[in-house]
Structures are given as structure tokens and as C-alpha cells.
């Protein structure tokens, strides 16, 4: 039955921006070429639309009948050697104006080559439906459609059903099409462009009688939920228990469907979106600069990195120049958070495997207080910080805040020896993550699996140093893998990650220039609060900016930072008005966390609470 | 008078319901339920510096029986309200439930299609607590605000069966009068 759930649409939050004439706009096409586009040409011809640079990226645009092929083709051609698909994601173009040939969905691939560290985007049309859907919906509208490409890169299997959820396209050929965040029985799909953004009407009333009371809890869905379903693949032959999405040890609402056979595992089925806040759909609603206060609530474990991410997507789309000291304030701040994060991994990590083990859930988190102190210094916040804004950072640095810094990087690295000498060569942690959680380099890349998760199985590969942004390049430090490929060696790795962020922090510190800490554009970057009593223009400026925001010409780029937990990246598609026309965040622990099955599989119950902590998932970033 | 003056020295009498809701204040096991941001806050409040077990309630309990304080920490959505309403309904009487952060308490920031607007559209809610996130101190203050409101009940009228006793009044005054 479907649910009675009608979005409202409010006429406040969808208001179009002022733009100027010409305005939305498509995102042109590609222009230039290089090699890897060339050679793409040579083998595929008239099949190519375009090819070529498009806002500094590889794209190529191909005619979906080819899509299959084109990627088979990328993966195994020994000159192209794309080992991996990072991510999919697709975009409803019904608002912007078309040519009559062009189709309303467009669905748009990352791919990467770690051995020839090349990155390229694939975009291609989605046919439009012929026949209504089979899996019969409740969905007025015909789904587009487009081949799947689980059968070249096996991490595309969840990315694909997260499209398919929220913008409605149908992957021919995936084996297990169902929805992954929203209820089952979701009547529509949130991100295509005539569905509304949903939510209450604001009450901007006092009395009770008034209609706008009305709406009030109009949203919530009738308290019997759907009846679960047996995963497809299970067999009631064998035992099927329940993990979460109340469960200690899952890090959050995440919800495991296990399937037994006494205590080994036979497969796992995760159930996710139990924590989906509708992110992306907020985006478009929102003005670019005041998106970044979202990005806080993804991955609430790592802000900073999240608000560096966007902000760096957008200053690249904008070409805007960041001064010096503002991005070593940027790098700080990013490593101090990739310290945190590891920090509270490993606190979660040990509780979950020892059982009633607080010990170090004290000791880590003691000096995760410290640096949130750090952090409550620069911008009066802990957790959701938002210091990082597009043109730079919010505020300059306090004066006592290197000293701080200073005395934090001196105790850190005995602090993690501490650590190091609680767990490393103890009889009772290697037992419990030794061989446990196996995968090998070839399964982890064709997972399309990222950060430690990657570098646990001996993948050499760091965007900080091979495709350095915030001048990473300036930095000596290294990264750290291990060939294990089990839980003990993603141990080591992040363990000596902390590390080497400290290696990074001291030459920070050392090397802080004096200058600007956010951009002198005034288009962007709004003036400073003593300049708005003497300078009329610098009011225009601020009156502008907080008003109507500032515009970005049209066009869509991917931009990955190396977060915490693996590969963090923004695509941004903009139509050159002044919100995101569509954003996508690519959440390292979704992509991640697609690995619980494979490494699960033939292991002890116990093992799975272990493959969770070691994978390091959070939750607002798989359900975003 | 009376019955002090009876009993040997060094004994203290007082009333039933203070002696019990003095052992309710002071123990109150939260449940070990965290949703989002403000799950984080809520795992710093119970670590060494803020040290939630000054008030007795560093016992999160991972199962709904032996817990009294549900801590919504985080937004609600669409698909994980149906799992609250039942965590909720789990729980065994008396039970409280604090609100935790702007998201609990009034849908916060995601005015949208997938976030409930505020928890208390499907449990009753006795605490609220501003802030995205709030800082350990402020769940530390709900927690005293909590015990001023344990401090005022009474095992003569359970809180629930107050609710009913209320609904069974309003029924019968229109009847009578």
C-alpha cells in the first residue's frame, strides 16, 4: 500500500533566484583533448558525443548503447587501466532549457586509475521508458532507463540502487534493484526535479485557529512498518537474526539482516537510510555559501574535512584563489579532525571488540577533548564547526591557539605509544582482528573501496599526496599501507595515519605564513565587520552576498578530498544561478560499508561487530 | 511527635515517595541509543571530563527493559520512527525521554521529506535541549531539570496511569453534569 506521505511544497523555500538573462543553463560540453579521451575516440568513433576538459576534469560523454562496453573497455585497455568506479550519481535536467533531443535524465560516472593516476567522467542519457516499470512502484511517472555496470566494476551495485531510490532511473541488469535508504514502500523519488522538497509548513502564526496549524505532523507515516522481507539470496533453511538498527555495536542506526549457519556467517544484507536527512535535496534549496553549515551534519566526525571538500569544490568552479595562510589554516584543521575521527574510531573500535573494555574509550576521547577545545578556540564550536567557508576560513586564528597547538603536538605521539602498547602486540586484540575481515587489493578496487579500507590491502594511493589540494604538495609526509588486508592491518595503517597528521600539523605550524585568512574577492567572500561602518561598497557587498548569494557559471565538476575515512567528494552540477542546481556527495563509508557481505562471509558472528568498527562507518555520511 | 519519638535513635522517617524518587534521581539509566550528531555529545558526556556518572547514569543500558531515560540524540527520520515508537513502547514504566538537540526536539535544520518535525510527534518528550549539537553541559543540565521533575512525582498516581485517570475524568464529568 503506499503511503500517504504528499509533499507540500512552500513557496518560500523553492523561490528561484534572481538571475540574469541566459540563466539556468545546461553545462556546455568539453572542449580539448587528451589522451585517454583520444584513445576513446579511436576505439568507440560516432558513439562519442564529446569528449575532452570540462572545468579541469576528463569527460566524456557516451551513448548509453555503448555504456557497458566503454566501461569494460576503460577497465581492461592496458593504456586506460581504470581500475575503479569511485562513484555514480545522475541529475534530473527537466529545469533546465534542452534541445529536443536531449534527454531529461543524465546519468554521470567517476572513474579512477590508481596506476596512472588519471581521473575521468562518464556521462551519458538515459533512455526514457517505453512500457511502465515492472517492479510496479506506485509510481505514476515511467522510470528511465540504462544499462547497469555491476558486471565490470562490482561496487557499482549499491551506488546504482542509491540512484534508483532517490532520482528513479532503472539500472537493466542489476541484480538486486530495491530501494537502500527510503522505506520500501516510498511512494516517489525525492530528487527528481517535480517532486518538492517536502517538510511542514512553518507556523508564522500565534493563534491556533489559524490554517497554517493544519499541516502540522501532516508528515508522519502511520506507526505500523512495513513487514520485513526475507533479503533475496537468504534461505529461512538457515538462521536469520537481526543486528540494529538499535544495536550497540553498529555504530549508529544501521540495520544488518544475518543469515547463520550455527555461528558462521552466510551472508549479510544491510538495511540502510534509517538516518537518510535528505542532504542533496536540501542543496538545491540552499545557497551555495550556505550549504556548508549542512555539510557539518554529514559526517559529524569529521567536519572540517566535509567543509573543506565543498568549499573546494566550489572555489574550483568559481576559479577562486585561496591566500596562502588561509589554506595552512585549512590544512590544520584538517588534520587536527583526521586525528579526532581516528581517535574515535579507536575508542568505538576497542569497546566493540573487548566488550566492556572503557579503558580506552576514556583514554582516547581525553585527548579528543583536547583538540575540540582547539576547535571551540578558532570558531566556538565542537562538533559542528562550519570554519571553513568558501574564500577561506571564518575567522583568523586566536593568538593562544599555536601555543595550544604547539603543546598538543608535543604530547600526542606518546599519547598514541600509549595506545599502541595497550593494543598492538596484545594476545587478545590480535586473536580478535588477525585474519579477520580478509580483502584482497583486486576485491577492495573493484568495490570501488577507499581510504584505509584501500591502503589496509596494499593500494599505495593518497589524494593528499597524488593529487594534492590545499597545498598538500608542500608537506613531507608519508602513507602508510599494509598487505594484510585484514582488520590488524587497517589498524596499523590508521594508527600510523595519526602519525603522520602530526608530522604534517608541526610543519603547519612551522611554516604558517602571515597574510589574509579568507579571499579579498568581495563577490564571495563577504567584507569584514569593520569595514561595513566606512566603506558604502563593502555594504553593497555584504547586502549582496547574504541576500542573493553569489552565481556559478554553469557547468558540473567531481572533486575528492582524502577525509578520514577514505574519499570524500562533491559533485556539483550548477546551472549558474546562485544553488547547487544538484549536488551529490560521495561518502567514503557508503562505498566502504558495501564490504561488510564480502568480508564477513564464513566468519564468526563475534567477527561481523569487528569488520563494522574496522570498516569506520558513520552513519550520517552512508545515509546522508 | 508521634513516631520519632517512639523509634530508637539514629533512625529518619520520611515519606515513601521522597525515598523512591530519590533512588529514581539518582540512577536513572539512559538507554544506549544514539541517531546522529548529538550522539557523539552524548558519548563525550559520559567520558571522564564530563562525567556523567556524578548523576548516576552512567549505565547505558543497550536494552530497552532496564532503561529509564530514552536520550533522542539526533533527527528522526521517516524510517526510523516506527523503531522508536517501539524502542519507546520496549521500555519498561517509569520512563522519561529528553530530546536532544534542535533535530529531536523540532526537525532543525531538515525541514524536508525525510525528517520527522520534532520526536514528540511520536513519544512524549520531558526534557528539551537546544542546541546542534548541544555541549555536554547542556545534557548535564536536562539531567538536573529531569530530577526536578522525578522530585514532583508520586507512586500513588503512576505517570501513566495519571494520563489514563485524567482521560477517565474528563469522560465522566460531561456524563455527570
Not at chain 1, 176 to 197: A, F, G, S
Not at chain 1, 376 to 383: D, I, T, Y
Not at chain 1, 445 to 462: E, F, H, K
Not at chain 2, 23 to 48: H, K, Q, V, Y
Amino acid at each position: 500500500m503506499p503511503l500517504d506521505v504528499a509533499p507540500i511544497s512552500r513557496s518560500y523555500e523553492t523561490q528561484r533566484t534572481l538571475n540574469p538573462p541566459g540563466i539556468p543553463a545546461a553545462a556546455p560540453l568539453p572542449t580539448g583533448e587528451t589522451d585517454d579521451t583520444r584513445r576513446i575516440r579511436e576505439r568507440f568513433g560516432d558513439d562519442i558525443g564529446a569528449a575532452g576538459l570540462h572545468n579541469g576534469n576528463q569527460v566524456v560523454y557516451v551513448k548509453p548503447a555503448q555504456l557497458k562496453a566503454l566501461a569494460a573497455f576503460l577497465r581492461a585497455d592496458p593504456q586506460l587501466q581504470y581500475e575503479t568506479l569511485i562513484d555514480v550519481t545522475s541529475v534530473d535536467r527537466s529545469h533546465l532549457p534542452l534541445n529536443g533531443d536531449d534527454a531529461r535524465f543524465q546519468a554521470i560516472y567517476q572513474f579512477r586509475s590508481y596506476t596512472r593516476n588519471q581521473h575521468l567522467t562518464l556521462v551519458t542519457n538515459c533512455e526514457a521508458a517505453a512500457s511502465p516499470a515492472p517492479s510496479a512502484d506506485h509510481n505514476e511517472t515511467l522510470l528511465p532507463h540504462i544499462d547497469s555496470l555491476t558486471g565490470v566494476f562490482r561496487g557499482a551495485d549499491w551506488p546504482e540502487r542509491e540512484v534508483y531510490d532517490l532520482m528513479g532511473i532503472q539500472f537493466d541488469g542489476h541484480p538486486d534493484l530495491r530501494r537502500i535508504l527510503m522505506p520500501k514502500n516510498w511512494p516517489y523519488h525525492p530528487l527528481q526535479k517535480q517532486t518538492p522538497l517536502g517538510g511542514e509548513e512553518v507556523p508564522f502564526t500565534l493563534t491556533w485557529d489559524d490554517p497554517e496549524f493544519e499541516t502540522l505532523g501532516a508528515q508522519i507515516l502511520p506507526a505500523e512498518s512495513a513487514a520485513p522481507d526475507l533479503p533475496p539470496g537468504m534461505s529461512r533453511e538457515n538462521m536469520i537474526i537481526n543486528m540494529g538498527p538499535h544495536h550497540p555495536s553498529t555504530h549508529g542506526v544501521l540495520r544488518l539482516v544475518v543469515e547463520l549457519d550455527g555461528e558462521r556467517v552466510v551472508s549479510i544484507d544491510p538495511d540502510l537510510g534509517f538516518l537518510h536527512s535528505g542532504f542533496e535535496k536540501t542543496a538545491e534549496h540552499k545557497r551555495y555559501k550556505d550549504f556548508v553549515y549542512y555539510t557539518d551534519r554529514m559526517d559529524y566526525l569529521s567536519a572540517m574535512a566535509n567543509n573543506l571538500g565543498y568549499c573546494l569544490t566550489v572555489e574550483h568552479m568559481l576559479g577562486l584563489e585561496i591566500p596562502e595562510r588561509a589554506q595552512v589554516i585549512r590544512v590544520i584543521m584538517v588534520e587536527m579532525q583526521r586525528i579526532a575521527s581516528h581517535l574515535f574510531w579507536l575508542a568505538t573500535h576497542v569497546l566493540d571488540v573487548s566488550g566492556t573494555g572503557m579503558s580506552l574509550l576514556m583514554y582516547a576521547t581525553r585527548e579528543r577533548e583536547r583538540i575540540l577545545d582547539l576547535f571551540e578556540m578558532v570558531c566556538g564550536a565542537r562538533l559542528t564547526v562550519s570554519y571553513i567557508r568558501i574564500g577561506g576560513v571564518w575567522q583568523d586564528l586566536p593568538k593562544a591557539f599555536i601555543t595550544e597547538l604547539k603543546d598538543f603536538i608535543r604530547v600526542m605521539p606518546q599519547k598514541i605509544r600509549e595506545y599502541e602498547a595497550m593494543l598492538t602486540d596484545a594476545p587478545l586484540w590480535q586473536e580478535r582482528l588477525a585474519g579477520v575481515g580478509y580483502i584482497s587489493r583486486e576485491d577492495g578496487l573493484a568495490m570501488g573501496l577507499t581510504g584505509p579500507m584501500l591502503r589496509g590491502s596494499g593500494v599505495d594511493w593518497d589524494l593528499r599526496r597524488d593529487r594534492p589540494y590545499s597545498g598538500y604538495e608542500g608537506y613531507e609526509f608519508e602513507v602508510p599501507t599494509s598487505d594484510r588486508g585484514d582488520c590488524y592491518g587497517r589498524y596499523r595503517v590508521r594508527m600510523e595515519e595519526m602519525r603522520q597528521s602530526i608530522r604534517i600539523l608541526q610543519q603547519a605550524v612551522d611554516t604558517l605564513p602571515s597574510g589574509l585568512y579568507k579571499s579579498n574577492n568581495r563577490k564571495v567572500s563577504a567584507p569584514p565587520r569593520a569595514e561595513l561602518d566606512v566603506s558604502m561598497e563593502a555594504l553593497i557587498h555584504h547586502f549582496k552576498l547574504m541576500t542573493e548569494g553569489f552565481h556559478v557559471s554553469p557547468g558540473f565538476f567531481y572533486h575528492g578530498i582524502e577525509g578520514s575515512k577514505g574519499e570524500l567528494g562533491f559533485f556539483v552540477y550548477s546551472d549558474g544561478s546562485a544553488k547547487p542546481y544538484r549536488l551529490h556527495v560521495h561518502g567514503p563509508s557508503f562505498n566502504n560499508l558495501y564490504a561488510i557481505d564480502h568480508i564477513s562471509r564464513g566468519e564468526m558472528l563475534s567477527d561481523v561487530v569487528t569488520n563494522i568498527g574496522s570498516i569506520d562507518i558513520v552513519l550520517g555520511e552512508v545515509d546522508r | 511527635m508521634g513516631l520519632e519519638q517512639k523509634v530508637p535513635e539514629g533512625i529518619l522517617t520520611t515519606t515513601l515517595d521522597s525515598v523512591i524518587n530519590w533512588g529514581r534521581a539518582n540512577s536513572t539509566w539512559p538507554l544506549l541509543f544514539g541517531l546522529a550528531c548529538c550522539a557523539m555529545e552524548m558519548i563525550a558526556t559520559g567520558t571522564a571530563r564530563h562525567d556523567i556518572a556524578r548523576y548516576g547514569s552512567e549505565l547505558f543500558r543497550a536494552s530497552p527493559r532496564q532503561a529509564d531515560l530514552m536520550i533522542v540524540s539526533g533527527r528522526v527520520s521517516n524510517k526510523m520512527a516506527p523503531v522508536i515508537k517501539r524502542i519507546y513502547d520496549q521500555m519498561s514504566a517509569p520512563k522519561w525521554v529528553i530530546a536532544m538537540g534542535i533535530c529531536a526536539s523540532a526537525g532543525g535544520p531538515f525541514n524536508n521529506y525525510a525528517i520527522i518535525q520534532g520526536v514528540d510527534k511520536i513519544i512524549p518528550v520531558d526534557v528539551y535541549v537546544p542546541g546542534c549539537p548541544p555541549r555536554p553541559e547542556s545534557l548535564l543540565y536536562a539531567l538536573d531539570k529531569l530530577r526536578e521533575k522525578q522530585a514532583r512525582e508520586s507512586i500513588s498516581a503512576d505517570r501513566l496511569s495519571q494520563a489514563e485517570e485524567q482521560l477517565a475524568i474528563e469522560e465522566i464529568i460531561p456524563l455527570g453534569a
